[in-house]
Every structure is written in C-alpha cells, then in structure tokens.
C-alpha cells in the first residue's frame, strides 16, 4: 500500500530539518561514474537531498551546496534538448542532468539564488516563477543569516521616543545620517511611515530618502512622485549582498554602492525627482558687534605735524641797483630798455636832421 504524499512530506520535513524550496525529477552521475542515475530530488536549506522516487521518505544521497565552488552549463540550452550541469563541490565534480531545459533552468536559479544569497541577474523565468524564487531567498536569509554588515548611523533626534534618555547625543531635526563615507546625504535611520511623512511635509525638500529595510542589514528606498492624480509614494527593496548591493525589481539590479543605488533611480526617473536633503537657514544681513565696555570708541585727537624750519634768503649786498624807470620821455626822443641798452645810456637821436 502506497503511502498518501502528504505523509511522505510530512516525513521528510521531520528527517530534514530543512525547509522545502523546490523539487523535481533529474539525473545525477559523479565524476568517476559512466552512466546516469535517475532521482527524485529536493533542495531544501543549501542541501540537495536525493531519493529513489517520489514515494520515498528516507533520502538516499545529499549534496552539501554551501561550498559550491562554480556551476557550469555544459551544454547548449535548446527548447527539445537535455540540459546538464556541472557542479563543482569541495568533495568533487558532481554533474545534474534534465530532459526539459525549463526545468533545468528553475533548478539552476534555485541552487545560485540560495548559495550565493542573491537572484542572478540572467534567468529565462516567468514573473510567478520568480516571485517564488524571491520568497525562497527571504526564507533563506532568515533560516540563515549573511555575516552582519557594520551598524547603522543612529538615528535623528526628533525620531527617539521620549522615554529614551539614555540614548547617545541627538542629531538635529534635519541632519542625515551620513557619517559612513559610503552612506548617501539622503539617508535616514527612520521607518516606512516616517519617511512617508517626510516626503510629504517638505516635498521641497526632495523626493528620495534612502533608509534602513525591516529585514536585517538591507536598506529600502522610498520615494514621491508627482501624478497626474496627484502624489504617488512607491517604496523599493535594497538586498545586501557580498559584493554589493541588488535592487529588487522584477529584473534584479546588482550595484557595488548605496551610491550606486541611488545614481540608478536618478538616472531612471530622468532627473526629475531629487535626493531628500533638508534645507539650512541662513543670514543675510551683516551687523557690528558692540565693542567691549574696557575700549573706549572715542576718536583720537589729532596730532601735529611738525613744519620744516628753512633758513631764510639771504641777497647779496653788491648786487647792481637798477636805474630809475625815467617818468616821461622828451618828444622826438627813443627810449631803449636797460638790458638792451648800449654802454652808452644817454644816447639820443636827433629827429631833425
């Protein structure tokens, strides 16, 4: 009597300890082996648990994919075609075969998606199929945790409950969160709501907050558009990963920085929505400070400028007396001035000759 497969699920769950991402029928051969064998196989947490057959409560082989070195596609993906696999493992070469290259291709994003903790940017899937995929990454991240990215800048002061008086020094209502050299200006250590509300007090302000994600050591992205219906908020999933960063789209997008992130919805939104950065007050006037009561502000008395002391002239007591300018001259006479006057002075020139 066959046993209902509920209860053989039930079974493996139990044995396992692991929880169930996919499963299917393939091929398996180890390296030295020359023929495929046919199994049923489950990958459940990073293992991929192999039994005879679906009916099969005790698996019979497992294959430790946390140390997966590499995963290589060794032949060509044709529709009608079988699609094998080569995984490179710390035990040896271990090779996987599908006769539907669909199948094969699901089996190959499942194994990536759950050892290296993130979606490969290249998959031929539905968009159901990788709605499954990203569920099975986010039980994954919480069954197994990446290693803990360094802590968050704390969080601004006008966000702390009241009752959090121990807490470190506040910041200002409208500094950022950017004491880390890779922490955007328009990060902010607040919730959902919070940024929600941000967005739509000060839309003045900018358009764009980057903040912490509720899943541990990821961030989320929540930003404001202008519609036609009005204001729209959207909010988008950040993913940590070894590398970088990956945007969580219906195409994943994998960047290297939190700037990075933020380059890329500027440059899709064209620009027209900007970065959440508060504004500063600033003056505009100039006054003088009140001197200080010791000074006095009086204005000195002038001071005299001493004047030059020169000699007086001196003439000399031989300098030629000139003659007396002549009152009136005689009728028929000439008068000749002194300087070009000959030596003889009285000279005179008849007129009636």
Known sequence: MSVHPRVVHKRRATITDLPLY?????????????????YYGELRGATLFLYEDDTQDTYT?????????????????????????????HTGEVQLKMDNPDTA?????????????????????LP?????????????????????RPPLPPRPSFLLPASSSTSPP??????PDHSSPEMPSCFFN???KEAEQMLEANP??????????????????????????????????????NSGFVIELDTPVRVSSLNDVLKYFLEKTEYR??????SQPYDIHIEASPPPECVSITSPSPKTVPKAQVAPMMRSQTQEKRLPFPTKPVEGEYVVADDESPNDCNLKLGMNE
């Open 190 to 192: 607040v919730t959902r």
């Open 61 to 89: 082989e497992k294959l430790d994919l946390e140390q997966l070195k590499s995963m290589k596609l060794d032949s060509p993906y044709q529709r009608k075609m079988p699609t094998i696999f080569t995984l490179m493992l």
């Open 170 to 175: 506040p910041l200002s209502k409208d500094s």
């Open 128 to 148: 159901g199929q990788m709605l499954l995929l990203k569920d099975a990454l986010a039980q994954e991240k919480r069954r197994n945790p990446p290693p803990p």
């Open 22 to 38: 996919y499963s299917g029928h393939l091929l398996k051969k180890q390296n030295k082996e020359e023929d495929f064998r046919k």
């Open 273 to 278: 929505l900007q970065p959440y950065m508060a």
């Open 204 to 241: 003045e302000f900018g358009g764009i907050i980057l903040r912490p994600s509720t899943l541990a050591n990821n961030y989320a992205l929540t930003l404001r558009q202008l519609t036609p219906r009005g204001s729209v908020l959207k909010n988008y999933r950040v993913s940590s990963i």
């Open 105 to 125: 291709e699901e089996w190959r994003g499942y194994i990536l998606t759950i050892v290296k903790k993130e979606i490969p940017s290249k998959l031929q899937l």
